[in-house]
Nanobody, 122 residues
Framework: QVQLVESGGGLVQPGGSLRLSCAAS????????MGWYRQAPGKQRELVAV???????NYADSVKGRFTISRDSAKNAVLLQMNSLKPEDTAVYLC????????????????WGQGTQVTVSS
């Protein structure tokens, strides 16, 4: 079964840090781009950060300088290090894999994780 498995969410105080991880499992040979999105209650889903196969990155303005995205291409995995967290970072964080090559079918897939809750509160 092809899927993204996430971990690392939780409750943290303002100014604290969390690290989210996500890995593709199943018959995935490679992934073109991996990223993180988030969705807060009553708000639209928004891009947090994305990293491409050439390791180029893009961040939402609201997280620049605080969050760092990295990937392990050999494991088809992506990490999001979140520092200096603010209450407004509270959301469900979802991992995304774009251009994931399924070596069984030869298809390129877009995958989403199940989401992990991040709550920043004192």
């Amino acid at each position: 079964q092809v899927q993204l498995v996430e971990s690392g969410g939780g409750l943290v105080q303002p100014g604290g840090s969390l690290r989210l991880s996500c890995a593709a499992s199943g018959s995935i040979f490679s992934v073109k781009a991996m990223g993180w999105y988030r969705q807060a209650p009553g708000k639209q889903r928004e891009l947090v950060a994305v990293i491409s196969s050439d390791d180029s990155t893009n961040y939402a303005d609201s997280v620049k300088g605080r969050f760092t995205i990295s990937r392990d291409s050999a494991k088809n995995a992506v990490l999001l290090q979140m520092n200096s967290l603010k209450p407004e970072d509270t959301a469900v964080y979802l991992c995304n894999a774009d251009g994931a090559l399924d070596y069984n079918s030869g298809d390129y897939l877009t995958l989403w994780g199940q989401g992990t809750q991040v709550t920043v509160s004192s």
